[in-house]
């Protein structure tokens, strides 16, 4: 007579598979957090050109630190893109009312 395999314990799979599924939802997203982060800062008092600079720095570090090389142009070119097509859709044309050289702090 062969010996039998003893086959898991179904119940005790799924409770480890909760488990897992359980830990896996209570683990921090970055991402999430800084969603809400930032929607945090734009209810406050923050000076928004500080958090401009600090939106826009952590674009470039991300651009420079995770994006392939290859794929920098690209990817600022969309950023760009779309940065005019919001802007756009609030009515405003960049590079017609907003000219630099028409900024004292420019020069």
């Given amino acids: ?3 039998t395999r003893r086959r898991p314990n ?3 799979v799924r409770t480890l598979s909760s488990q897992a599924e359980q830990a896996a939802s ?12 930032i ?3 734009l209810r406050s008092e923050a000076d928004p050109y500080v958090m401009l600079g600090v939106l826009l720095e952590g674009m470039t570090q ?8 290859e794929r ?4 600022l070119t969309a950023a760009l893109v779309l940065l005019r097509q919001r802007l756009a859709d609030r009515g405003v044309s960049p590079g017609e009312r907003d000219r630099c050289h028409q900024q004292p702090s420019c020069n």
């Fill in 62 to 69: 991300t651009l420079i630190t995770r994006i392939p090389p």
């Fill in 1 to 3: 007579m062969k010996p």
């Fill in 10 to 12: 179904a119940r005790i």
């Fill in 72 to 75: 920098h142009l690209g990817t």
């Fill in 26 to 37: 209570q683990a921090p997203d970055p991402l999430a957090e800084l969603s809400v982060a």
């Fill in 39 to 41: 929607k945090t800062a």
